[in-house]
């Protein structure tokens, strides 16, 4: 760069911390070198964009995507509020307590460390979305997905999922390991001995997690590191719904193809936030 007097090098996100390590401070010719980046598609569509774009103030361009079958689109992204409030794109959702009839409220507190409100869940209630198997949230699911959680585990079962006897979600299993499900011809073909990894119950520890399935395989990641991959391919089998008016997808536990809609397999301990995208988060994606 210095032979050539060239004082601009353009790259994809994939690489950003790499070049904002090297290049962030370095010059040519006494001017400072200008970075160009593309590719940020996560950030399309947030209404925060402004506030996430500001770390990168660095950068003399950077390119955002736009949403396409590639693109990874957010559909499904459930925050909290005071008051044991959430919601889900901006609109309030449901509750649903363990037991038929109890109002058992879920309580939420702020959580200083991400800025955000957290929803602490003690086994007797989860937050509830209903889907079919042709909207946004039913089409992601039988397609090419991602599923992002933020949690502390203190205990339970399921933080975010919609499985039963079929479907896709976290689970903690007996072992204290963090599983992915995922159930494809008749079979669950996930978490085999290989898509899991292990967690921490119990200590405030908190867990970033990331799954992405591409149709032939799937990764996790925890703390924005990939810590397991493998390939997995076939039709996707969706949870029974024999009873229950609606499937329903679950924020703190499972529910039950019952009636009346009933919960399983609660989760406990802190969530500060679960997502589900249309689409594969790329690697900067996660890390970013």
Do not use: C
């Amino acid at each position: 760069m210095q032979e050539n007097n060239v004082d601009g090098i353009s790259f994809d996100s994939d690489v950003y911390q790499a070049m904002k390590t090297n290049f962030e401070n370095a010059q040519v010719n006494n001017r400072p070198v200008r970075q160009y980046s593309w590719n940020y598609r996560i950030y399309y569509n947030e209404p925060d964009i402004y506030e996430k774009i500001k770390k990168y103030s660095h950068l003399t361009v950077l390119i955002i995507g736009f949403p396409n079958e590639e693109i990874p689109k957010l559909i499904m992204d459930v925050q909290f509020a005071d008051k044991g409030i959430a919601t889900n794109m901006n609109e309030e959702i449901s509750s649903l307590p363990i037991v038929e009839g109890t109002t058992n409220a879920i309580e939420t507190r702020w959580n200083s460390s991400y800025e955000k409100y957290e929803a602490v869940f003690d086994g007797s209630n989860f937050f509830y979305i209903p889907y079919s198997k042709e909207d946004a949230i039913g089409k992601a699911m039988k397609g090419m997905f991602s599923m992002e959680i933020l949690f502390s585990p203190d205990g339970g079962v399921n933080p975010f999922s919609s499985m039963e006897s079929g479907g896709l979600g976290y689970e903690i299993t007996s072992g204290n390991q963090l599983a992915f499900y995922y159930r494809a011809n008749n079979k669950w073909v996930l978490p085999n001995n290989n898509f899991q990894t292990p967690i921490q119950l119990g200590k405030d520890i908190y867990y970033h997690a990331v799954v992405t399935y591409d149709k032939t395989t799937f990764r996790m990641y925890i703390n924005g590191t990939k810590v397991k991959e493998v390939k997995v391919s076939g039709t996707f089998n969706f949870p029974k719904k024999d009873q229950a008016p609606d499937y329903l997808l679950g924020i703190g536990g499972d529910y039950r193809d019952t009636a009346t809609p009933s919960i399983q397999n609660p989760f406990i301990g802190k969530i500060v936030y679960a997502k589900l995208y249309k689409g594969v988060l790329s690697n900067s994606d996660i890390t970013n």
